[in-house]
């Protein structure tokens, strides 16, 4: 008789999770915050594998439909380590008082709303991409105003191609009335992303 068992270890620290399949980095999170000015505003990213080098890498934004901007900020010239997330924000003290640790990084190339796309560049190539970048958000399924959508254990990275189904949306307005990640009601749950069932078969 076969049995499908799922199982999540975790030993000495160590968790045992399932690869998404694919070396690029992945756009985990996207977020569009509730104090003052929208903020914070920021883009988690997690790179699957170590790079020498993460400047081969960078995010932009595609405002309201309007299409791609290419990639508008570059990752700095460091080494990064295979599990390791980053986060760009628009701003750096707004983000701290609501999430409870700085941003890696600021730009204004996250200086998005809900219904902006954001495309993941690699060598300059789309390698990971959030929303459709020649729509305006406003409405659609991906909507995240006041709000955040973050991406499913075991997808991506998706290439060019937005796939809805490949994420988890908190809604609109969702995060109104939060002053903190803590204590709200709809917590983005921040660096998750590598954490899955994994699923065996036993005679």
Sequence with gaps: MIKQLALAVALSGFAVVASAGSADPVIT?????????????????????????????????????????????????????????????????????????????????????????????????????????NVDGTGEPWDHLDGWAYRNVGTGPDGSTFVLGNWTFSGPNATDDCTDNATCDSVFPQQTYPVELMQFEVE
């Design 29 to 133: 999170g996207v977020f569009d915050g509730p104090l003052t000015g929208g903020t914070p505003k920021f883009v988690e990213v997690r790179f699957n594998d170590a790079l020498p080098d993460a400047s081969i890498c960078g995010i932009g934004s595609a405002n309201n439909g309007g299409g791609s901007d290419g990639e508008e900020f570059t990752f700095p010239a460091v080494a990064v380590s295979a599990g390791q997330f980053v986060h760009v924000a628009s701003e750096a003290p707004q983000f701290e008082a609501y999430m409870g640790f700085p941003p890696d990084y600021t730009s204004n190339a996250v200086e998005i709303n809900g219904d902006d796309a954001i495309e993941l560049f690699c060598n300059g190539v789309v390698v990971d991409v959030f929303g459709d970048i």
